[in-house]
C-alpha cells in the first residue's frame, strides 16, 4: 500500500496519515519480543527518535525528545534489554516484504549517516 501511495502521488496528509498507521502496525507485529509493557513503550519511544527530526540522534537528543530525564531507558534497550535478533528480523523482512515488495525492485543500503 506504502508503495501504490508513492507511485500515485497521494495528499500530504493521506501520505502522513498511512506512514503513521503503518508505524503503529510495525510496532504491534514486534511488540510479541518485549516482555515487559514498559520495555516495549522505551523501544517504541527508541523507534520514534530514530525516524526524528533530529539532524544528530545522540542518546540524550533522544531522551529528551522521549521526554526522558536521561539516556538510561533508551541505552538500556541496546545494551541491557533482551530480544530475539533473529525473531526481529524476520518481522522486519516479512514487513519490509509485504509493504514494498515488487518484483521490480532494488534494494540500496546507505550506510553513511545514522
Known sequence: ?????????ASVEDTLTLWASSLRDA?????????????????WQFLDGLLGNEPRKTGWMRAEAAGDP??????????????????????????????????????VIDETGF
Not at 510496532?27 to 523501544?43: D, Y
Open 1 to 9: 500500500m506504502i508503495r501504490d501511495l508513492m507511485i500515485g502521488g
Open 70 to 107: 536521561g539516556p538510561w531507558r533508551q541505552q538500556a534497550i541496546l545494551g541491557r534489554g533482551h530480544c530475539d535478533a533473529d525473531a526481529l528480523r524476520d518481522i522486519v523482512r516479512e514487513y519490509a516484504l509485504e509493504t514494498l515488495g515488487d518484483e521490480d525492485a532494488v534494494l
Open 27 to 43: 510496532k504491534e507485529r514486534i511488540r510479541p519480543l518485549f516482555t515487559q509493557e514498559r520495555v516495549a513503550a522505551s523501544a
